[in-house]
C-alpha cells in the first residue's frame, strides 16, 4: 500500500550501455592520440588531415558520450500516488495521475512503435510519433520491453528494468487514488545552461574561453601561410629540432578545444548543486588558462620560427 509519501523507483537497464559508451570514449581517446601521433611524422597535404580527422570528431563525441553516460547513470522512474516522475539526467517530467490516460507495453501496440533514428546502447532518447500523430517522447536506454506512459498530449517511452514491477505498482497507484492533484512539471538540459548563463561568473568565463580559442584559431591559420615550417624547440643536446610543416600547429586549437568543451559539459554537471559550484568554476577557469597557455606556446613557437 502507498502511503502519502511512499514512492516506488525503477530504473533502466544501465551494465550494456554503461560498457558501450565507455568503451567507445576509450576507443576515440585512443583513435585522437594514434592520429595525433601520426600527423607529426606526415607531411602537410590530404594525409595530414586524414590523421587529424579523428581528433576532429572526437571533439564534440567525447563530451556527448560523457554526458549520456552521467544521464544513464542517474536515471529513474519513481511512481507516487499523485504523479509519475521520469529522470534522465537533467530532464524531469513529472506527469500527475490524473493526467495519465494509460499505462501498458508497447508490445500491445498494433503498430510497432518507431524508435528515435539517433540511438545507441544506453541512450534511447528523442521524439517519434504514435500512429495517431500524438508525439512520443523516450527515456529509455535498450528498445525492448518498452512502456508507455500515454497522457492527452503526448506519450512517454520508458524502459523499467523491471517491467511487471512497474506495471504493478502503477496499479496499486490507480486502485488507491491522488490525494493531492499536481500539475505537470518538465525540466530540460537548457534549464541547467541557462541558470550558469545567468551567473556573471560564469558567463564571463563561458565567453572568455570561447574568445580565447575562437582567437587562437584564426590566429592559426593566418599564420600558417606565411610560416610553411616552424621549429619545436630544442633537443637535450641543444640542437635546434628538424622544422615540422608548419599546418602541425593547428594542434594547438584542437587541444585548447577540447578542453574548452570538455571542462564545459563537466562543469554544468558541478554547477546543478549549490556546494559543488566552485569545482564548475574551477573547471571553466582551468579552461581559460588552458587557452591562454596554449596561445602563449603559439607566440613562442612562431618567434623561433
Known amino acids: ?46 594525409v595530414f588531415l586524414l590523421y587529424l580527422l579523428p581528433a576532429l570528431i572526437a571533439i564534440p563525441l567525447i563530451p556527448t558520450l560523457i554526458y549520456r553516460l552521467y544521464t544513464l547513470q542517474n536515471s529513474s522512474y519513481s511512481i507516487e500516488r499523485d504523479y509519475i516522475r521520469l529522470q534522465w539526467g537533467w530532464r524531469v517530467e513529472k506527469i500527475p495521475t490524473n493526467d495519465i490516460l494509460w499505462v501498458r507495453p508497447a508490445a500491445d501496440l498494433e503498430i510497432p512503435l518507431p524508435l528515435p533514428r539517433l540511438r545507441w546502447p544506453g541512450a534511447m532518447l528523442g521524439i517519434t510519433r504514435l500512429p495517431d500523430s500524438r508525439p512520443v517522447e523516450f527515456f529509455a536506454s535498450v528498445s525492448r520491453q518498452l512502456i ?18 512497474f506495471l504493478q ?16 512539471e518538465a525540466i530540460y538540459p537548457s534549464f541547467i545552461f541557462s541558470r550558469a548563463w545567468q551567473a556573471r561568473p560564469a558567463r564571463a568565463l563561458f565567453l572568455i574561453g570561447a574568445l580565447l580559442n575562437v582567437a587562437l584559431l584564426a590566429a592559426v591559420l593566418l599564420s600558417i601561410p606565411k610560416h610553411p615550417q616552424i621549429s619545436m624547440g630544442f633537443t637535450y643536446s641543444g640542437l635546434p629540432r628538424e622544422p615540422l610543416p608548419g599546418v602541425q600547429i593547428l594542434f594547438l586549437p584542437v587541444f585548447s578545444s577540447f578542453i574548452y568543451i570538455v571542462n ?17 568554476y574551477m573547471l571553466w577557469g582551468v579552461s581559460c588558462i588552458a587557452a591562454l597557455l596554449f596561445s602563449l606556446a603559439f607566440i613562442l613557437i612562431l618567434q623561433t620560427s
Open 148 to 165: 508507455l506512459i500515454g497522457t492527452v498530449e503526448r506519450a512517454y517511452a520508458i524502459s523499467p528494468s523491471n517491467l511487471q514491477g
Open 1 to 46: 500500500m502507498f502511503s502519502m509519501n511512499e514512492s516506488s523507483s525503477f530504473y533502466p537497464p544501465r551494465r550494456a550501455g554503461s560498457i558501450f559508451q565507455v568503451s567507445a570514449i576509450i576507443v576515440l581517446i585512443a583513435a585522437t592520440i594514434w592520429g595525433l601521433w601520426m600527423a607529426t611524422e606526415a607531411q602537410v597535404g590530404p
Open 169 to 184: 505498482s502503477y496499479q496499486r497507484v490507480v486502485e488507491l487514488g491522488s490525494l493531492n492533484p499536481s500539475r505537470p
Open 264 to 280: 564545459g559539459v563537466i562543469g554544468l554537471v558541478f554547477f546543478r548543486n549549490s556546494s559543488e559550484r566552485p569545482w564548475a
